[in-house]
């Protein structure tokens, strides 16, 4: 039997306890092979989330949650009897995180709990199925922790002599308790299952293999929370390690987490970053060095992943992915100047011509000096040598010499300088200083008829790769050809099979560079000509953890962007340092024509999230942005999404750098005075866990934004509407303008470009431009062939109003496209119109705000002063 049994329904405890020939027969084994009877959890409780409660705060709300329980669908931790069928009694009782577990000093408390702190469920003969639905863990405090764990061991000793406790005995309790008490853990607890079936006197004594839960943690205890990496300031670094990175994370014990780097594969290799408990800062963000890679020689990228993990728990974060790259040699010195044949010594006459010969005629000058005087061969042994050597060196020489001179001949008839090329192409891997081959050269100084004669030379040397040669800065000659912007070179090296998917020494491929310069022609080019390698690199992020597509946002070139999702890049790709799409990018740049395009034309997810759960309206709430908050509002932002930073923090976490339990100060103090320590009353938090424990409410973008417009773009956003509304009946006196929306239709574009045109300086769109806020959208737009329809588009695409519109029209004095837009009315009226949208449509500060909320406005005739107006309630 397991020596570790806890106290059941009759108040028994089975540690240490062995059961007689009288109370088990012979006749009925315990089973517990896989066909015999045998005992599994079909249900885990739910590891997080779930609160221990000290004795004085009452019955806890809500019991312990199963691990798959969530809103509106609750499970709680089940177990079921398999091979048997017939009465049984199920035992449940708390032990240990430690291996092997040992009696806890928590006992659970519930409707199906006993004053020895043990639950107890009959189950058969049918259902086999025990469900504990009302579970909760009874926290004992350190002061008492020691008195309870004597009992329980006082129990344990006493249960099989029926006698009194020996003084040797008593001190060995003490020392035992004395021992859990340094070495329990008060805020990690475990469910310990123990099925009994009937022996042939209907008693419940034959025990099968007790189970063992996952563990259960105290979510007030510091080691509570998930692991959760939220954003990365680097996701590459060298083979060698060393690399400093900067993590933000979820809330971490100094002391008990480690930066597991590892890779998925038979070789099971795993390392971890270097970091002490000073460099975790204020428990939510480290600051670590990369391990070294197994292999110190690699000649790619190699990606591995990295992970969050506790010491003691084991429990670990989702894994990020990160990326080593090779160590960069200096150049490549295949064929140096210095060591080679150069064109300064093919032709040298001098008695010690530059390479090997003279380097051997100083190495057996030196032996010779440094002989025995009385060997008198070695001089002529040497002096033979040499001439052997003078000699041969000068045969090369004179064979290179007549073949350069037909070469030479071949040029003067042929005018092809291919002909000198071809035997020179022994020297076409040499570098300079900077590791620049003749083809890097000829590509820099854009040299387009030498550079196609390199490459038929180079192409032609069997078995190598001087086409694919980098310089000090890891750049090949393709790299070169697309940052100089040579789209010919660059389809001229393809052909000739150079590499593609080479990257330069920051990770960027073809088309990182080709975005980086927002270069529209080579980026159609590379796509059209890269061939098998496009999916690999539409997908291949640099060394910043940027994706193509998130270069293409950068590069503020919606047609660019098209080209890339055309050919099958994903346009909600999550960048590595802290997974923001495309979307996200363009509304941290405020690049409404961008965050237009992506959303309107490529159907990006407008509640993606990064790692740290925002939203791209949580980004534009935070921005203060009504144009980006409204448009993202428009294609489905979810209002209501919460990211996963709580609101408020709790008191355990305000004092999380503190080594005592905040919490468990404040109940021994109200029991040594003899108060309640807290409410009886539950708290809104305390409610929730009826419904199953959940974590605290996180921020939405209303939380985050300083903008009233913003806010009162939300609220409105947020309260429930009917899927048609029918139009609400104006105060007397007031007039709502035609068309909340703004809906231009070509006429109406035609006639606006015309007028705001009319003075011949094309000025006045720009003006729009700035009283709509759209400011950002004047580089975009000044070189296209109509600016003002590209910024009327842009505004309504976003969801601007015609009422916005109208206002900026008539303070620029534009009467005509005023009385245009509102044909079916007198023009005497548009004074009178009360109810107008507000047009800042650019980021405005809470200064901003706060200032034009002070300057008093005129009051049109009719309109109700605004204290008079009814205010929304929030």
């Given amino acids: 039997m397991d020596e570790h049994f806890q106290p059941c329904l009759d108040g028994i405890d089975y540690d240490d306890f062995s059961f007689g020939s009288h109370m088990v027969e012979q006749k009925e ?94 189950v058969g003969p049918k259902d086999m199925t025990a469900q504990f639905s009302n579970l909760g863990v009874l926290h004992v405090t350190k002061k008492n922790m020691m008195e309870i764990m004597k009992e329980k061991l006082k129990k344990q000793k006493t249960r099989n002599t029926n006698g009194l406790l020996t003084e040797a005995e008593l001190r060995e309790i003490e020392l035992e308790a004395k ?7 008060l805020s990690i607890v475990r469910l310990r299952f123990t099925a009994y079936l009937r022996d042939s006197s209907g008693n419940f004594t034959l025990a099968l293999q007790p189970v063992i839960s996952d563990p259960i943690h105290d979510s007030k205890s510091p080691g509570a929370s998930n692991l959760k990496i939220s954003r990365m300031d680097k996701t590459a670094g060298s083979v060698r390690g060393g690399d400093e990175v900067y993590l933000l994370c979820d809330k971490v014990q100094k002391d008990d987490i480690e930066v597991r780097f590892y890779e998925d594969d038979e070789n099971g290799w795993q390392a971890f970053g270097d970091f002490s408990p000073t460099d975790v800062h204020k428990q939510y963000a480290i600051v670590f060095r990369t391990p070294p890679y197994h292999k110190p020689k690699i000649d790619r990228p190699v990606t591995v992943f990295l992970q969050l993990k506790r010491k003691r728990g084991g429990d670990v974060s989702d894994s990020k992915q990160f990326t080593y790259y090779p160590v960069v040699e200096g150049g490549n010195l295949s064929f140096p100047y210095s060591s080679g044949l150069g064109y300064n010594n093919l032709y ?68 092809d300088p291919r002909m000198l090329l071809a035997v020179q192409r022994h020297l076409a891997a040499s570098q300079d200083e900077n590791g620049d081959t003749p083809l890097h050269l000829a590509i820099i100084h854009e040299q387009t008829a030498v550079i196609k004669q390199l490459i038929e030379v180079v192409v032609s040397i069997p078995s190598q ?8 800065l890891q750049q090949t000659p393709l790299h070169l050809a697309v940052i100089t912007k040579q789209p010919q ?14 990257l330069d020494r920051y990770g960027n491929s073809l088309l990182h560079l080709a975005l980086q310069a927002a270069d529209e022609e080579m980026l159609r080019m590379l796509l059209a000509h890269l061939g098998s390698a496009t999916p690999y690199l539409l997908h291949l992020p640099n060394f910043q953890g940027l994706l193509p597509v998130h270069l293409a946002v950068k590069a503020k070139s919606p047609a660019c962007l098209d080209l890339l999702v055309r050919k099958g890049a994903d346009v909600n790709g999550v960048e590595r340092q802290g997974g923001r799409t495309p979307l996200h990018l363009a509304v941290e740049m405020e690049n409404l024509n961008m965050a237009t395009h992506l959303v309107k034309k490529l159907g990006a997810n407008v509640n993606s999230r990064t790692f740290a759960g925002n939203t791209p309206l949580h980004l534009a709430a935070g921005l203060g942005s009504p144009t980006l908050t409204k448009l993202l509002l428009k294609a489905g932002a979810d209002v209501q999404r919460e990211n996963d930073e709580p609101v408020s923090p709790s008191s355990s976490e305000a004092s999380s750098d503190t080594d005592g339990d905040p919490e468990e100060q404040e109940q021994e103090q109200a029991m040594e005075l003899g108060e309640p320590a807290l409410s009886p009353h539950p708290t809104p938090e305390e409610e929730q866990e009826e419904a199953g424990p959940r974590q605290r409410r996180c921020h939405t973008a209303l939380d985050l934004t300083r903008s009233q417009k913003v806010r009162d773009i939300l609220l409105q956003a947020s309260q429930p509407r009917p899927d048609t509304e029918l139009p609400t009946a104006p105060r007397p006196g007031v007039r709502v303008p035609t068309g909340n929306v703004l809906s231009l239709d070509s006429d109406a574009l035609q ?34 062939p109509s600016p003002s329809v590209s910024l009327l588009r842009s505004y309504e695409l976003a969801g601007g109003s015609l009422g916005g519109l109208l206002e900026a ?10 009385r245009m837009l509102r044909k079916p009315e007198p023009l005497e009226k548009l004074q009178s119109t009360e109810v107008k949208e507000d047009s800042a449509y650019g980021s405005e500060s809470v200064e901003e705000e706060q200032a034009a909320a002070l300057k008093p406005r005129p009051v049109p005739e009719g309109e109700l002063p605004h204290s008079q107006q009814q205010q929304q309630v929030h």
């Fill in 29 to 122: 084994p315990l089973m517990e092979t896989a066909v015999g009877p045998y005992l599994v959890i079909i249900e885990q409780p739910k590891q997080r989330g779930f609160r221990f409660r000290y004795g004085c705060e009452g019955p806890s709300h809500g019991g312990l949650p199963g691990a798959s329980s969530e809103k509106g669908h609750k499970t709680y931790p089940t177990v079921k009897i398999c091979n048997y069928e017939g009465m049984a009694r199920i035992e449940v009782d708390l032990v240990t995180h430690s291996d092997p577990p040992r009696v806890h000093a928590h006992s659970l408390v519930g409707k199906q709990c006993n004053e020895a702190g043990n639950c107890v469920a009959i």
């Fill in 179 to 185: 021992e859990l008490k340094k070495v329990m853990d």
């Fill in 348 to 415: 040298s006459s001098s008695p010690h011509p530059v390479g090997g010969g003279y380097q051997g005629g100083v190495q057996m000058k030196a032996a010779s000096e440094s002989g025995d005087g009385d060997d008198r061969q070695a001089p002529t042994e040497s002096t033979y040598c040499r001439e052997l050597q003078r000699h041969a060196h000068l045969c090369h020489l004179w064979l290179l010499a007549r073949r350069n001179a037909h070469a030479l001949l071949d040029y003067s008839v042929t005018a």
């Fill in 465 to 472: 790769q001087i086409i694919n040669i980098t310089n000090n």
């Fill in 489 to 502: 070179v660059v389809q001229l090296l393809l052909q000739a099979h150079a590499n593609p998917t080479l």
């Fill in 751 to 784: 006639g606006l470009e015309q007028l705001l045109n009319q003075d011949g300086s094309g000025s006045d769109w720009m003006e729009l431009a700035k009283r709509l806020g759209l400011c950002s959208l004047v580089e975009t737009y000044k070189d296209t």
């Fill in 809 to 818: 029209l008539d303070s620029m004095g534009l009467r005509g496209a005023v």
